[in-house]
């Protein structure tokens, strides 16, 4: 059984802080790698996408990578309340299927 | 702006009614996906589609069905509401890369009294 893991939270970070969200996932040879904010009533929006091992960065965002470690992270700097919702890890395999893990509720707190 | 339009944001639908569930894409995406999302459980895949008239069963199909008559639509239909269909149902579409992500639609929060 294809899986994503996550802790599901609450993660309560200081407005201003790094909020750090970590993903690990069971599929050897998942090849993309996703990160969805889901706010709350919402759907899932992408912001990032990663494929190769390292970090991967777009403004505040910067998502990380481990095929090794079978690891995927997901860190915004500078948090904002705006920056409050669900976080959903998503890994793509060849099958074309994504499996979304089932989110890390993110608090920021003012 | 690229959209997937779901036809309705709520629903309410009783018992035993037929429901059809209407997503449209405007991407030339091949792929199309149907989920419901619950607390606790996450995104559920119900179906999913790689071309029109083509459709696969997810994890979940029982009591649902699909069509997909054109490129574009992907309908997702229960054939006999139950009140456990109460749900957030959710459309998705992408190119048939693997280094694409989906893209959803705004949703459809059904509930079935």
């Known amino acids: 059984q294809k899986e994503v893991e996550q802790n599901s939270g609450p993660l309560s970070v200081p407005e201003g802080a790094i909020a750090s969200l970590n993903c690990t996932y069971s599929?050897?040879?998942?090849?993309?790698f996703f990160w969805y904010r889901q706010y709350s009533g919402k759907s899932p929006e992408l912001i990032m996408s990663i494929y190769s091992n390292g970090d991967k960065e777009d403004g505040r965002f910067t998502a990380q990578l481990n095929k090794a470690s079978q690891y995927v992270s997901l860190l915004i700097r500078d948090s904002q309340p705006s920056d409050s919702a669900t976080y959903l890890c998503a890994v793509k395999n060849r099958d074309d299927k994504i499996i979304f893990g089932k989110g890390t509720r993110l608090h920021i707190l003012p | 702006d690229v959209k997937v339009t779901q036809s309705s944001r709520y629903l309410v639908k009783r018992t035993g009614e037929k429901v059809f569930l209407e997503c449209v894409q405007d991407m030339d995406h091949e792929n199309m996906f149907w989920y419901r999302q619950d607390p606790g459980l996450g995104l559920r895949l119900i179906y999913f589609?790689?071309?029109?008239?083509?459709?696969e069963k997810g994890d979940i199909p029982e009591g649902y069905s699909v069509s997909r008559e054109k490129k574009e639509r992907f309908s997702l239909i229960l054939e006999s509401a139950s009140t456990n269909q109460t749900s957030m149902y959710l459309c998705a579409s992408s190119f048939p890369l693997v280094a694409y992500g989906y893209t959803f639609g705004s949703g459809t929060r059904l509930t079935v009294v």
């Open positions: 599929d050897r040879v998942s090849q993309s």
């Open positions: 589609s790689y071309d029109v008239k083509m459709k």
